[in-house]
């Protein structure tokens, strides 16, 4: 089976620099010099569609513009490209949002995915008027997540749980298709509600022995219930026609990034109630010694960003090695980022994906045109000139 890759929109800004926010770092991003206009992530969007990436995922929360508005403005400027949206299931009624991911489909032909997000960080979540605990919001979220399925499924649904109660439920027109559900969470509480309702179980980029654990985790669980899921990774990438070009360009990010704001982050998301923020944390400690944590994988991103703090770093033929070496792992999606979000799209789109096609790991999607890789075109000096 092909692989499939997914690009990241930057509602919250984007820079040549690492973009903060996220996950206990203060409301509004952190080092964004270009505005999350129509006009660009319009730009990152197309972009994305021409280079062969499937969809793009859109984050939620307080430091970022809303997921569903953006992206269904933006259908009107793509054709065949997918929206990924994180949404919170606690913040609106399981009957509206399955109703919306209907209309949805229907309006932009069967272009959305939905990415649930429980809610990590309860300060944010009363913020939005939210106020249960971690583990209830898990417990809400399972709800959640049935009422909505059934719904999906046609008929009436009646619920009446500890956290949900919806009567006579139905949906006029059922979403066709169904948007696939993706679902990350590595706390005691996520793991059942993913093994019972997700299509497909996202992963932070954990070195690929934490990977390996963490899926087989999930594989037992979804087993019990009788499922069998797809399994992705959410990355930052840096890839360049050579290592050394790609390393550069990490210490550049490293160089740009304040002591003091990675104190004040880090501060922060030591506060955060995820499990998978944890994990992070503990790949660097805050420090910026030893970001090399598994091969061509730096978790420099993490110093100053919540949420998935690992990038791929390295030349096009290493990036894709490490991709397979995941692969091998059961990893089939790629979540995917850099920065800049348009200019990193193109150094993978055209430096990776070319190799992983002819190593008969990827196959462009239908309609998409087939990337061929950049030459590298070797510097010549100016001519001195002679008299």
Known sequence: ???????????SGDSR????????????????????????????????????????????????EDAWLTTAMLTEVTERLKFLVAFRPGLLSPTLAAQMAATYQRLS???????????????????????????????????????????WGGGTVDHDGPHLRVEGARLSRTPDPVPPVY???????????????????????????????????IRSLAAEAGRRLRFG????????DTADEAWAQARRLLDGIDEADVRAVQAGLRRSESEGQRRMLD???GSRDDLVVAPNLW????????????????SHAEIADRIAEYHALGIEEFVLSGYPHLEEAYWFGEGVLPILRARGLWHPPTGAPTPTPTPTIPFAPTPTPTS
Request: hydrophobic share 45%; glycine share 18%; aromatic share 8%.
């Open 17 to 64: 620099g690492v973009v903060g926010g996220g996950h206990g770092v203060p409301v509004g991003a952190a080092g964004a010099v270009r505005p999350a206009s129509v006009a660009y992530l319009g730009q990152i969007a197309r972009s994305a569609e021409q280079l062969g990436f499937v969809g793009v995922l859109t984050p939620t929360g307080a430091w970022c």
């Open 1 to 11: 089976m092909s692989l499939t890759f997914h690009w990241f929109l930057p509602t």
């Open 183 to 217: 679902f990350g969470g590595s706390s005691a509480a996520a793991g059942p509600v993913a093994a019972r309702h997700s299509d497909v179980y996202l992963t932070w980029g954990e070195p690929p022995a934490q990977v390996a654990g963490k899926l087989d985790w």
């Open 283 to 285: 790949l660097h400690h």
């Open 233 to 240: 990774i959410r990355l930052h990438v840096i890839a360049r």
């Open 109 to 151: 032909g069967g272009r959305l995915l939905l990415n649930v997000v429980t809610g990590g960080e309860s300060a944010e979540q009363r913020g939005y008027g939210d106020f249960l605990d971690k583990d209830a919001r898990y417990a809400r979220t399972d709800e959640f997540l049935h009422v909505v399925r059934s719904l």
């Open 299 to 314: 978790a420099g991103v993490g110093l100053v960003r919540g949420g998935a703090g690992t990038a791929l770093v390295g």
